[in-house]
């Protein structure tokens, strides 16, 4: 069964350091997502792409946050530097086009900033 | 601005019927997701409410009322397997489908 993959499932890093997460979505798939999920709240969007094209980033902090998809596949999100409200769960979907609306989630990668 | 809420907590015994509500405010969306999230896993879909009603997907039913701006999902004969957190999602359709989540509900079911 086609899986959202993540990398990597656990991080611990410092503060003002740089940290970044990979996500493959299944294939196929053209939307991509990129939520972050504070312990004990629901997922909230950080950013989203159609094909390689951001379409929504309003909720992402850019003066630390980047996120890109170069090729339309695999997306890779940054934070430069890291600061401890950083911690949480991050967490990528995909979608297809036209396919619904059930957003396939991977497993995570958990984010400790010391 | 848009927001849902769901009560923060929920207990019920295996074998019962639980609902879990969701009301929520927002400008316009085209409907109504449930998402269960198992702790330390990844959320998945369970549900989608387009139009007012009901909608039941085996053991799993979930309902929307847009004149009442609430919805609930609806879980029968519970099994332990059940304990998990369950979120409902505003969705924004089109081609994006963006997802705005509630604050989730942690159901815990008791033997």
């Known amino acids: 069964e086609a899986e959202v993959a993540q990398s990597p499932r656990y991080k611990i890093t410092e503060k003002s350091q740089a940290v970044a997460f990979w996500c493959d979505p299944i294939s196929g798939h053209a939307t991509l997502y990129w939520y972050r999920q504070i312990l004990g709240q629901g997922p909230e969007l950080l950013v989203q792409f159609q094909d390689e094209s951001v379409v929504d980033d309003s909720q992402l902090p850019k003066d630390r946050f980047s996120a890109e998809r170069l090729k339309g596949v695999d997306s890779t999100l940054k934070i430069q530097p890291a600061e401890l409200g950083d911690s949480a769960m991050y967490l990528c979907?995909?979608?297809?086009?036209?396919?619904?609306?059930?957003?396939?989630f991977g497993p995570g990668t958990r984010l400790t900033v010391l | 601005g848009q927001s849902l809420e769901q009560p923060s907590e929920v207990t019920a015994v295996e074998g019962a019927i639980v609902q879990i509500n969701c009301t929520y405010q927002t400008s316009g969306f085209y409907g109504l997701s449930w998402y269960q999230q198992h702790d330390g896993g990844a959320p998945t879909f369970l549900s989608y409410n387009a139009l007012d009603g009901l909608e039941e997907t085996g053991r799993f039913s979930s309902f929307l009322s847009r004149s009442d701006s609430y919805g609930y999902l609806l879980l029968q004969e519970l099994q332990m397997k059940d304990s998990a957190s369950y979120f409902c999602?505003?969705?924004?359709?089109?081609?994006?489908?963006?997802?705005?989540f509630g604050t989730g509900t942690l159901l815990a079911v008791q033997p």
């Open positions: 999602a505003l969705s924004h359709g089109g081609a994006t489908n963006k997802l705005i």
């Open positions: 979907a995909s979608r297809l086009r036209g396919g619904g609306n059930e957003q396939f």
